[in-house]
């Protein structure tokens, strides 16, 4: 749901407890489908190009500074610059019967834990960030969904994507945390908002990987459901299912466990598991084939 590969830890040989409140981000991000179907890889593109542009602008505007005396000189361990690949096992569309396997790249800029650019995360800046809290904003990228993605999709149309405003928050008490992210698109289709939430505790096994269940659920604006899992009048008549009015609502709840292994110097192993039960008028809609939704998603990734 919510989700990074944050400021991993730099060695592999213990898993500090701060590592819990630090770098729950990457592992969930396995789960952002949403943000990948259709798009994924244009959206690498564009992180690159924007990842680069970046990167020359804080470095330029740093020995700017440090020429002129106002500010100390680049230090190489301001940046958290990470790399990977990631491959996911999830449902074609959300409410499918039918699974798919993707894999993806991962790619992740971070600078003096304030500027941060992420494949799925966006562009995007963090008002705080410590051990215990983290508020963060971000513009990014969602995929929408084409009918050709599946059959069942046939005649319903499709959703086009568009840049989507993103808010996070993040609060860990001990081993416990709580998380919220609300993503609002305001270009291309008007799909509403969504707010994703979780409660997840963090086990550290053997000082040597972290492992973390969360109890999560989302609550999807009328627009969004209107939009992902309504049929009208003109949807019906081209596709043959029944017609659905979708409401506001809570549209699914259900468990979520990640999972963090670092190996070697810098690499790192991320796994997730992931059942979401959908509800309400999300799950009486037509184009939905099983309330049950599963998904399996594990990564590789190095930091500088």
């Known amino acids: 749901m ?42 690498v593109r564009r992180l690159l190009l924007f990842g680069a542009l970046f990167t020359g602008v804080c470095l330029a505007a740093e020995a700017s500074e440090s020429e002129q005396g106002n500010g100390a000189p680049v230090n190489p361990s301001d ?23 993707e894999a993806m790249p991962y790619l992740s800029f971070e600078y003096q834990d304030r500027y941060f650019i992420h494949f ?47 808010l996070f928050s993040e609060y860990q008490l001990g081993k416990v ?28 096994i053997a000082n040597t990987a972290l492992v973390k269940p969360a109890l999560i659920a989302s609550f999807a604006s009328s627009r969004y459901t209107h939009t992902y899992f309504g049929i009208n009048v003109a949807q019906a008549q081209s596709s043959g299912l029944d017609t659905h009015d979708a409401g506001a609502g809570l549209k699914n709840v259900g468990l979520q466990v990640d999972l963090l292994r670092p190996f070697a110097n810098h690499w790192n192993v991320l796994g997730q598991f992931k059942y979401e039960r ?12 099983d309330v049950n939704q599963y998904s399996v998603g594990l990564g590789i990734a190095y930091q500088f």
């Not at 958290?80 to 396997?101: C, H, K, M, N, R």
């Open 79 to 101: 940046w958290t610059i990470q790399i990977g690949v990631l491959s996911a096992y999830w449902p074609e569309f959300e409410g499918s019967d039918e699974f798919e396997p």
């Open 2 to 43: 919510i989700i990074t590969l944050g400021a991993f830890l730099p060695t592999v040989r213990k898993v500090p407890t701060s590592l819990a409140s630090r770098d729950q981000r990457s592992i969930r991000q396995l789960s952002n489908d949403k943000y990948w179907r259709k798009s994924g890889a244009r959206l």
């Open 278 to 289: 959908l509800l309400g008028d999300t799950a009486d809609s037509p184009i939905v084939l």
């Open 177 to 204: 945390s709580f998380d919220g992210k609300l993503v609002h698109q305001f270009s291309g289709d008007n799909t509403g908002f969504l707010v994703d939430a979780g409660v997840g505790y963090t086990f550290i």
């Open 120 to 166: 799925t995360d966006g562009i995007g800046v963090n008002f705080r960030k410590d051990d215990n809290v983290r508020l963060a904003a971000s513009i990014a990228y969602a995929g929408g969904r084409d009918e050709s993605d599946a059959d069942e999709l046939q005649g319903v149309g499709d959703i086009n994507g568009g840049a989507t405003l993103n």
